[in-house]
């Protein structure tokens, strides 16, 4: 009866053995997963901050390149509110940007890139006559804003409530 007891004891004892071992891998598994989607998250967060840095630096040297007449009005506020679709606004900075998402607005029905080639001379004339009038009505207040943009860039100023 006694070996009977130690045999079942010595049963116990691997079972519970058996018991931790399993339960130390769970827990190591469990940790080593939490680690995993711990670094998952901070190459997220990278990631998005990468990709909120690169969308900032373009929107500052568009602003640049349009004050310095290096890109025309219009052509800037296209890619500007490409960009700006991209980040998530606040309402005050949406309403700053009014001007920019104006001309967007009013300038999405001419073709771009192949489709602008494909037009005859005179259609692409129309255009840019519609183009330009948008810019000398706009001139200024797209003038100041890229000012503001130059003086307040985003990520520093303008982009520091989007980051």
Same mark, same amino acid.
């Given at each position: 009866?006694?070996?009977?007891?130690?045999?079942?004891?010595?049963?116990?004892?691997?079972?519970?053995?058996?018991?931790?071992?399993?339960?130390?891998?769970?827990?190591?598994?469990?940790?080593?997963?939490?680690?995993?989607?711990?670094?998952?998250?901070?190459?997220?967060?990278?990631?998005?901050?990468?990709?909120?840095?690169?969308?900032?630096?373009?929107?500052?040297?568009?602003?640049?390149?349009?004050?310095?007449?290096?890109?025309?009005?219009? =052509?800037?506020?296209?890619?500007?509110?490409?960009?700006?679709?991209?980040?998530?606004?606040?309402?005050?900075?949406?309403?700053?940007?009014?001007?920019?998402?104006?001309?967007?607005?009013?300038?999405?029905?001419?073709?771009?890139?192949?489709?602008?080639?494909?037009?005859?001379?005179?259609?692409?004339?129309?255009?840019?006559?519609?183009?330009?009038?948008?810019?000398? =009505?706009?001139?200024?207040?797209?003038?100041?804003?890229?000012?503001?943009?130059?003086?307040?860039?985003?990520?520093?100023?303008?982009?520091?409530?989007?980051?």
């Amino acid at each position: 009866m006694m070996w009977l007891f130690a045999a079942l004891s010595g049963v116990v004892v691997v079972l519970a053995a058996v018991a931790a071992g399993l339960w130390w891998k769970v827990w190591r598994i469990n940790r080593q997963q939490q680690q995993m989607r711990q670094e998952l998250e901070q190459q997220r967060a990278r990631h998005e901050q990468n990709r909120l840095d690169h969308i900032h630096e373009s929107l500052n040297v568009i602003a640049s390149a349009v004050l310095d007449s290096q890109c025309p009005i219009t =052509e800037g506020c296209i890619r500007m509110a490409v960009l700006l679709d991209n980040l998530p606004l606040d309402c005050d900075t949406k309403h700053r940007f009014s001007v920019v998402f104006e001309i967007y607005n009013a300038t999405r029905h001419i073709p771009t890139h192949s489709s602008w080639q494909a037009l005859d001379r005179k259609q692409q004339r129309r255009h840019e006559q519609e183009m330009w009038a948008l810019e000398k =009505e706009h001139n200024e207040a797209v003038m100041e804003l890229m000012s503001y943009v130059k003086v307040n860039p985003f990520g520093k100023g303008v982009g520091a409530s989007i980051n």
